[in-house]
C-alpha cells in the first residue's frame, strides 16, 4: 500500500521547454495537492510544472516529526536538480512554509525569480525554537485552530477537499521557527525579483508579514499583491484566480 495520502502525491506538468519552468512547494503540514490548481493553470499557459512534497508530508504526522528543516530544504533543492533537466529558467512558488524556502532558496540556487504566498514573517506566538523543541517533550501535538473545521475558509467547496495533517507537531513548528530565522537572514541577500501575494483575511499568519518580509527586500526587485475574499490557502480558496494570473504575469515579466 502506498505511504502518500491519495490525492496529496507530488506531480509533474510537462510544457514548453523554451519558457520558465515554476517549482511549486506547499506548506507546513499540507501537501503538493494545494499546489496543484496553480500548477495547472501555469502549465496551460505553457510552463512545465513541478509540485514537490516536502519530507515528512501528506504520509502521516509522525514522519513530519522525524523530518529536520534541512529536510525540507533538501526536498527543494532535489525538485530544483529534477527541473533542471528541463530548463535552466526556475522560478520558485511557494505557498506559507513554502514561502519561506522559496525566499531562502533563492539564495542557495540559480533561479530567475520567487513568487511567495501567505508567507509567515514569525509565528502567531513567537516564542524560541528552542523553548518550542522543550515543550514538544511534554506534548506532542497541537489543534490548528479553536473554530470549526474550515472556519476561515470563503471557498467551503475547496476546503471539502483539502488535504494537511489535522494537527501540527510542536517538534516541528519548532524546525519552523528555526527556519524561519535563516530566512530573516537571507532576505537581504535576495537578488532576484520577488512577488509576495498575502490575504488580508488570512486568519493564520500575522497581518504584518508581509509587509515585514518586503521592507527588507532590494526596493528593486520587490513587488506586493494583497488579495481579499480568501483564507490563508489562497491557491484553493476564493481569489485564487487572481493569485494565479498575478503570478503568472509577473513569471511571464521576469522570465524574458
Known sequence: MPQTIPSAEPFFLPGDASKPACLLIHGFTGTPKEMRWMGEYLNSLGHPC?????????????????????????????????????????????????????????????????????TPYALPVPYPAWGIRAFSFFQTYRKKSKGAPG??????????????????????AAELQTMI?????????????????????????????????YERLNPSLREMLWVTGSGHVVTRDAARQQVFEAAAAFIQKVGK
Open 50 to 118: 513541478l509540485g514537490v512534497r516536502l519530507a515528512g508530508h501528506a504520509t502521516r504526522p509522525k514522519d513530519m516529526i522525524r523530518s529536520q528543516w534541512t529536510d525540507w530544504t533538501a526536498s527543494v533543492e532535489d525538485g530544483y536538480n529534477l527541473l533542471r533537466g528541463v530548463t535552466d529558467k526556475i522560478f520558485l512558488v511557494g505557498l506559507s512554509m513554502g514561502g519561506v524556502l522559496s525566499l531562502l532558496m533563492s539564495t542557495r540556487l540559480d533561479v530567475k525569480g520567487v513568487v511567495a504566498m501567505s
Open 151 to 172: 472556519e476561515g475558509w470563503f471557498d467551503k467547496d475547496a476546503f471539502k477537499s483539502h488535504v494537511s495533517y489535522p494537527l501540527n507537531p510542536i517538534r516541528s
Open 181 to 213: 530565522g535563516r530566512m530573516h537572514l537571507a532576505l537581504t541577500k535576495i537578488n532576484v525579483p520577488v512577488l509576495l501575494i498575502h490575504s488580508k483575511d488570512d486568519p493564520y499568519v500575522p497581518p504584518d508579514s508581509m509587509p515585514n518580509i
